[in-house]
């Protein structure tokens, strides 16, 4: 097993803005983040669900401007880095800029997993402002572990300090993670970490993240009480509690951990974070995370099952963003049920 | 019918691409195809079909200038700014096709006739052609205080400009929403996807008008769509707009399916700017040819010596 430090990065203030419908408080922001920064987890992400300058129709319009819930997190993070999400083609380098003024020390640049080369820019520029960069290749169940390999090392070239197999849709099985987290830790150098960022959607964010440790993978993505995108990410205070009783330090305090999930992040959420039929879908189909609360509104909106939608979306071989192709779909199945029914 | 003889500056994808549809004009004559590499596909091909080559870069291009008086630039912004100076002193109308935007930034269908007296004009990018059509007509009958667009083209599609400058798209294409749509506020999304087969170049257009009138918006959406379709057969909506009466939003599906011509049918993106490109010059030529208010152009062309072919 590897010895290596464990560095976690806690996603509850980004990708638990997914599960939050966008609509957290600059307030929560702030008392969240302190409370992990108290609880010594070393990398706090705090962005739009789909990264600087997610805000917007296609992804959800935050509650409130970007720049009030990043700054309340850097005024309270005395211990750890504050860390932002930014995918090129929905932010730009001028939010990336903003963003490290406002207090942002890491950045995790994250593109599909076949499309890394549209990063090199905004990398280069973290490097530039003295950011810790980690690049993130999302979706990659999608990629075979060479492409993966051959995608990080791009992102490597551009300057990343750590290359992630992001499993958005939560549909790695164990091997397969491995397979992935081999492949990159084999090809990159020994200075550039390798990451791993799970969900949970078919059961196996943890058992994915110990295979991950296991093949090199030292940058690790989990969410107080699992706080994400579809069926959430790997629940950070159950993995720091198994890792603990692995003997494998992570520097974060269990029992304080605990008492943020349970106390900070629980009372706030407005789902329960389940495997229910839709999450698993995603997770079974292949599918973006994000997509489960658009499909379940389009699916309302135009009188259609969500997993038909999920599954005809996976199908397709939709890519992380591709937000507005579920009301697309959503409208052909809806079509294509009246035309059943009129042929009766 | 008489022509305005025209060249096209680099012989990659867009302007092999180009060739086939100035071909088809009735306003314009192909003439040169300028490159700098001897042995590219693009050269070649215009030099079996007739047209006159040079692989000696715009220098050599301009030592013909007596052949051509509209230029479609098809190389790179960084190229371009230098272009531009060289055919503004040769008096040439410039075609811009890279995110270079020395000229006004232009839409054929919302404001070409008010740049035809400009000497060097910005295609914008592909999102843009596709999408600002759809703002400017929402926008004429309910004002769009927000117009956000996403546009998602096949990774094939994105050649290394695009996407080692993945923000100019964004920010260039917001700008249009505002300054050429007329949207109080504009943000552009990008998105690449790798599927094989490659998938068709789709738009979502989203805004917020100040008065939902469902039946005015439709009616010029709807007109508009067929407006473009003219000049990019492959242009379609995907479905009626979406209205949400709540939010007062309107959502509009495109799909942009390439005609086919040099670059596959896929690359719906890149078809969209050479078919534009061309409509373009070719209000120019009209212009130039004087069958519209044309006296000044005409001047113009005059002064850089090239008169009026006829």
Known sequence: MNTKALRVCDVTLRDGDHAMEHQFTVEQIRTIARGLDEAGVPLIEVTHGDGLAGSSIQYGISREPEEEYIEAAAEVIRHGKLTVLLLPGIGTQKELKQAAGWGAKVVRVATHCTEADISEQHIGLAKKLGMEVGGFLMMSHMAPPSKLAEQAKLMESYGADCVYIVDSAGALLVTET???????RDALS???????????????????????????????????????????????????????????????????????????????????????????????????????????????????D???ILVELGRRKTVGGQEDMIVDVAVELSERQTHAKAIQ | MNKIPVAIIGSGNIGTDLINKIRRSSLLEMTWMCGVIPESDGLARARSLGYKTTHQGIEDLLQHAGDFQIVFDATTAKAHVLHAELLR??????????????????VPTVNIQQHLDKMNVNLTTCGGQATTPIIAAINRASHVEYAEIVSTISSKSAGPGTRQNIDEFTQTTAEGLVQIGGAGRGKAIIVLNPAEPPILMRNT?????????????????????????????????KAKPIYDRRDRKVTVLLEVEGAGDYLPKYAGNLDIMTSAAVRVAEEFARKLLGNGAGQEAQSKASVSGQGVSR
Request: one cysteine or more; charged letters at 20%; aromatic letters at 6%.
């Open chain 1, 306 to 308: 969500a997993r038909d």
């Open chain 1, 178 to 184: 491995r397979e992935r987290v081999r492949a990159l």
């Open chain 2, 89 to 106: 002193k040769a008096g040439k109308i410039a075609i811009d096709l890279t995110p270079a935007a020395v000229g006004p930034y232009v």
């Open chain 2, 205 to 237: 257009v989203y805004a917020i008008v100040q008065e939902l009138d469902e039946e005015a918006i439709t009616r010029q959406v709807e007109a508009m769509a067929a407006a473009v379709k003219q000049y990019v057969p492959g242009y379609k909506l």
């Open chain 1, 190 to 304: 020994d200075s550039t970490a390798v990451g791993f960022h799970g969900h949970n959607n078919l059961c196996l964010s943890v058992a994915n993240t110990l295979v991950a440790i296991e093949e090199g993978a030292t940058w690790i993505d989990g969410s107080t009480c699992g706080l994400g995108a579809g069926s959430g990410n790997t629940p950070t205070e159950v993995l720091v509690a198994v890792l603990k009783k692995m003997n494998l330090e992570t520097g974060v305090d269990l029992f304080r951990l605990m008492d943020v999930a349970e106390e900070m992040v629980r009372p706030i959420m407005l789902h329960p974070t389940t495997i229910d039929r839709a999450c698993l879908t995603i997770g079974y189909a292949g599918v973006y995370s994000t997509f489960l609360r658009h499909a379940e509104r389009a699916a309302e909106k135009f009188h259609v």
